[in-house]
């Protein structure tokens, strides 16, 4: 991979780019617009306010990046992974389903929007999720194994044979989703009857 600490090669009028490797680029407001990157990665770089709208990525790996309320409508992410990233406001409702399969690790996930996409037999682990929506969704088979869940919505999401393993502050309530096969850890997994309005005898004593 080519390791380049500017982004000489990203302003110009190259569309397609391959085994890039982008270090340290200072790149709010960046226009990506319809631009092509296929095996790279962006490591260290800030992609707040940037226009990646109908900008296509394969195969391609952000790590340690901020992506800060980016316009991503259209955009393609396909076998894309974000790790040890900051992502707020992302729409990606708006994305292009057709090439939509990606990954999140060690990430901070806030008010990004998940409604009607399909992420299934993905992975979501060790993260943090900030009031985020997930309505109408799939993510069956959905790893979100040691993540953290605060003020996200789950409404409507198959979440059938996914993993909460070690994860917590989830609110999902188990008369609007579908949870079959589901795994959940004890005693988090107590949090799923709070929507059932009933109480918990928590008395060892008898």
């Known amino acids: 991979m080519n390791t380049r600490s500017d982004d000489a090669e990203l302003t110009d009028d190259t569309y397609d780019l391959s085994g890039l490797r982008i270090v340290n680029d200072q790149l709010r407001g960046f226009s990506f617009t319809e631009k092509r990157f296929s095996n ?19 195969r391609c790996r952000f790590e340690d990046c901020n992506l ?9 992410f396909d076998s894309v ?3 040890g990233c900051k992502l707020v406001g992302l ?4 994305v292009n389903q057709f090439a939509f399969a990606v990954a999140f690790r060690r990430s901070t996930l806030r008010a990004c929007v998940f409604d ?3 992420m299934e037999k993905t992975r979501v682990s060790d993260c943090e999720l900030i009031d985020c929506s997930l309505i109408a969704s799939d993510f069956r088979g959905t790893s979100f194994e040691n993540t953290r869940f605060r003020g ?3 409404e409507e999401v ?5 993993s909460f393993r070690n994860a917590s502050g989830y609110e999902i309530d188990p008369g609007r989703n579908r949870l079959r096969n ?20 928590e008395d060892d004593d008898g």
């Open 81 to 83: 992974v974000f790790d």
């Open 91 to 94: 729409q990606f409702r708006l």
């Open 40 to 58: 790279c990665v962006f490591a260290g770089c800030d992609f707040t306010d940037a226009d990646l709208a109908q900008a296509v990525f394969e």
């Open 182 to 201: 589901a795994l959940f850890s004890s005693p988090e997994v107590l949090a799923l009857l709070h929507h059932l309005q009933i109480r918990i005898d």
């Open 68 to 76: 800060s309320n980016p316009s991503i409508e259209r955009a393609a």
């Open 152 to 154: 996200t919505r789950f």
């Open 158 to 162: 198959n979440l059938e044979n996914a």
């Open 116 to 118: 009607g996409v399909r």
